[in-house]
């Protein structure tokens, strides 16, 4: 295996993706509460749903540019992982796995708390 140089490499990439839905998550229930204490109780989302509508497309891209980071790194030897040894380029590739996953994750869980928005037709 290849070393790989470990200057750029951060654990902080670790909670991107997973920050990426707590924000869309905040500012979905966010706009949907403050737009519908504001209009009242009979409503219609139609404006909010356009709000969360720009979240979700918005953090979908994120969690991509997150997950193209994570196959990068997962893909930065050629051939099989290796586990049982120790190297530089063993632990990128376990970090782009978990960038990886915790990316599809993410957007999954987006993807879900979008469907609320389109299935709620008001504020009732």
Known sequence: ???????????????????????????????????????GSDAPLSLARGAIGVFTLA?????????????????????????DVDTSAARHQFLGFTLLSLSGLSAVAIVYQALAAVFIGSCR
């Open 59 to 83: 953090g979908l891209a994120a969690v991509g540019l997150v997950a193209m980071r994570g196959l990068r790194s997962y893909r930065i030897t050629d051939g099989k992982p290796r586990i």
């Open 1 to 39: 295996m290849t070393e790989v140089p470990e200057k750029h490499d951060s654990l902080l990439w670790v909670a991107a993706a997973p920050g990426v839905w707590a924000a869309h998550f905040l500012l979905s229930y966010a706009t949907a509460a403050v737009w519908c204490a504001k209009q």
